[in-house]
């Protein structure tokens, strides 16, 4: 539904590295501001896109995890993958 948002965010991506799958991000103060800056009712589409700059702390690895990054591609096959929190993170655009 357009307008719609949640309180779901997309994988980290920490340097050249691979994404890390990570929960709460909207808790953290900044990415919660400016997700917030936004009007509640405004289109996906319309909204600004930024960057959050964010230290990352590895918590452990999840098992079987299968990934599906791109759009109309097959998954990947189930791996072992590291999971973490995300804090101290600084806002670009």
């Known amino acids: 539904m357009a307008g719609r948002r949640t309180e779901q965010a997309g994988p980290v991506l920490h340097g050249g590295s691979p994404p890390v799958p990570h929960s709460g991000s909207l808790l953290e103060p ?3 501001a400016r997700y917030q800056s936004e009007p509640p009712n405004k289109p ?3 909204l600004k896109r930024f960057t959050a700059r964010c230290q990352i702390k ?3 690895k999840l098992a079987g995890v ?3 990054w791109v759009a109309n591609t097959a998954w990947g096959n189930p791996e072992d993958i590291e999971v973490g929190t995300v804090s101290g993170c600084k806002i670009e655009g």
């Open 66 to 68: 299968r990934t599906h």
């Open 58 to 60: 590895i918590i452990g």
């Open 44 to 46: 996906r589409e319309q």
């Open 30 to 32: 900044a990415i919660r």
